[in-house]
């Protein structure tokens, strides 16, 4: 069927994964369903109609509207949109040869492939889109917004799951006076504690230090008899938190040292608590760490399963990126203003501190590095950044700071490009772990970036392949990569990009910043970069004064979500 319509063969596995059984059928009753596969494009769904349709193919296809509608919508979430506003939706279609995008819309929403939904805008500043009959009733402006059904129902699944616990009355262990008594020895945390004391859904933010504060908090928490739990995104987060309480953690909860687990590893049951017979986690506190990487469809997870009563801490740094996947749930919250937040006032230390807290109020300062902890090396190409980040990583950290190569991590702004990951893995492989990759692509010793789900990146390294797969350790845990899942799950990773980076350091990190990476650039996306660094930020510079530039003038890309108006109060109803 694929090679009918001029569509290569690989896509085969692709296609019956998306559409599932008698895909070749619904391929030929719409051959536009072919966008459904992840990287196929509208001028290739458009090539593969024409070939089986012949003349009947055109631009005004209902079918063909209703996909390219689809696929903006899907094209959006990778984008971080949990949903797209009417007009934004309908000038991208147009500019997608689509003849009448509104009624491509309404079909869309007819067969009930995306949801359309109105939302009040009161906020201050809020752009009036007003209907013009509303104006003259005198009734609340709206927007109207279009979104996929999966995303749609995980934000409203949040909204009502975070209105749960601010509502209701959080489980008392302990009277007033014992609570008051741990926050009097919880040092900094003293007011993090107070917050938690009285309410079901505390925020909490801060810079790579505050982490103690958390810790003291569980520690507190435990004193006074709750079943107190922390979430890490990955297993390397999870080690660094378990090293602030002292231990690597307890794994079943009952110990002197609170459990610490990771996100994936909690929702599954494969550590944590366990679930009780409601299906809700066994837990009576629950902390969220690094919370501007939660999408909103693993928010809306974790925040179904908590038991009545129980409470709810997101903390994390406010500067760094998103999340990779749609929503920007700790900002939305944080604007919001619904419950207590409560910003740590202990700063990162050094010269690496210093130069980050300047990137998070937008200036780029020269800071005092006595013992390099911060290193600029000015290249004039990619060729040249590429070596140059090669001779970092194998010898200049390694003699002058005392850092191995695998203890340093290499971060650029993409992919692609002449000094993006993939240049960079195959010049540091070849350099550090040369081998003829005979296991797709891998040889034992590769450091590698896997991927157990889209938007999830933990850092690991080949121990050995067999009939089972590619075998991994990741943070000390090992991991089992079927050979089928090789291709789409694994990357070389002695180079990164700062998205796959959040939520992770290191001893050492190089910056590469190639003169093509100019556009890509933004505040806390450099802000990220620099950040994971513990020791040494060594930075290869090749983009002039597009750095300043990026982290003065150039903030996050706006995200268009329904949060924030489903956490709005709802006015009383009419009469």
């Known amino acids: 069927m694929l090679t009918e319509g001029g569509a290569p063969e690989a896509l085969a596995a692709q296609v019956a994964a998306a559409l599932g059984e008698g895909a070749a059928d619904q391929l030929r009753a719409d051959p536009w369903q072919l966008l459904r596969v992840a990287g196929v494009r509208p001028e290739q769904a458009d090539g593969f109609a024409r070939a089986l349709l012949g003349a009947e193919a055109g631009p005004d296809d ?93 934000e409203e699944s949040l909204a009502d799951g975070l209105g749960r616990l601010i509502n209701s009355a959080p489980k008392q262990d302990g009277s007033a006076e014992d609570w008051e008594r741990e926050a009097g020895s919880a040092g900094s945390a003293a007011d993090l504690v107070r917050a938690v004391a009285g309410h079901g859904l505390v925020l909490h933010t801060g810079g790579e230090a505050s982490r103690a504060e958390p810790a003291a908090l569980l520690r507190a928490a435990r004193a006074l008899g709750l079943r107190a739990w922390a979430a890490a995104q990955g297993p390397q987060g999870k080690e660094r938190f378990s090293a602030l309480l002292g231990g690597p953690g307890d794994p079943t909860g009952t110990g002197s040292v609170p459990g610490v687990a990771t996100v994936a590893g909690l929702l599954s049951g494969a550590e944590g608590p366990g679930r009780d017979a409601d299906g809700a986690f066994d837990l009576d506190l629950l902390v969220l760490l690094d919370a501007p990487q939660l999408d909103v469809e693993t928010a809306a997870l ?26 920007r749930v700790f900002a939305d919250l944080l604007a919001a203003r619904i419950c207590p937040q409560i910003a740590s006032r202990l700063p990162d230390p050094g010269p690496l501190g210093e130069l980050v807290s300047g990137v998070g109020i937008g200036e780029l300062n020269q800071v005092e590095a006595p013992g390099k902890e911060v290193v600029i090396v000015p290249v004039r190409d990619a060729a040249e950044a590429v070596h140059r980040t090669v001779q970092l990583v194998a010898d200049s950290v390694p003699r002058a700071i005392g850092v191995p190569a695998e203890q340093t991590q290499v971060i650029t702004p993409g992919h692609g490009g002449s000094a993006g990951t993939r240049a960079l893995n195959a010049a540091l492989k070849e350099r550090l772990n040369p081998g003829p990759g005979r296991f797709g692509g891998f040889d034992p010793g590769d ?32 991991v089992v990569v079927p050979k089928e899942r090789v291709e789409q799950s694994l990357r070389h990773g002695w180079a990164l990009t700062a998205h796959q980076a959040a939520g992770a350091r290191w001893p050492a990190v190089v910056v590469v910043l190639p003169g093509d990476a100019a556009q890509a650039l933004s505040r806390p996306w450099v802000y990220t970069a620099f950040s994971r660094a513990d020791r040494h930020l060594s930075v290869v510079h090749g983009v002039e004064q597009a750095l300043a530039r990026a982290v003065a003038e150039i903030p996050a890309k706006p995200r268009t979500t329904r949060l924030p108006a489903l956490l709005a109060p709802q006015p009383p109803a009419a009469g």
Do not use: I, M
């Not at 003259?136 to 109207?144: C, K, L, N, S, T």
């Open 62 to 154: 209902e079918r063909r509207g209703r996909a390219v509608t689809v696929w903006l919508l899907e094209q959006a979430a990778l984008a971080g949109h949990t949903a797209l506003e009417l007009p934004a939706l309908t000038a991208a279609l147009a500019q997608r040869g689509v003849p009448d995008a509104d009624a491509a819309v309404q079909n869309t929403l007819a067969e009930g492939e995306a949801l359309a939904f109105q939302d009040a805008l009161d906020e201050p500043g809020a752009p009036a889109r007003r209907d013009e009959e509303a104006e003259e009733g005198g009734e609340r402006p709206v927007r109207v917004l279009v979104g996929l059904e999966r995303y749609a129902l995980a």
């Open 302 to 327: 974790l925040t179904e399963s908590l038991p009545d009563g129980a409470r709810l801490v997101l903390t994390g740094d406010p500067g760094v990126l998103w999340s990779a996947g749609p929503g």
């Open 447 to 478: 450091r590698v970036a896997y991927s157990p789900a889209p938007g999830r990146t933990v850092p690991g390294q080949v121990v050995k392949a067999d009939a089972e797969g590619l075998h991994l350790s990741c943070a000390g845990e090992a």
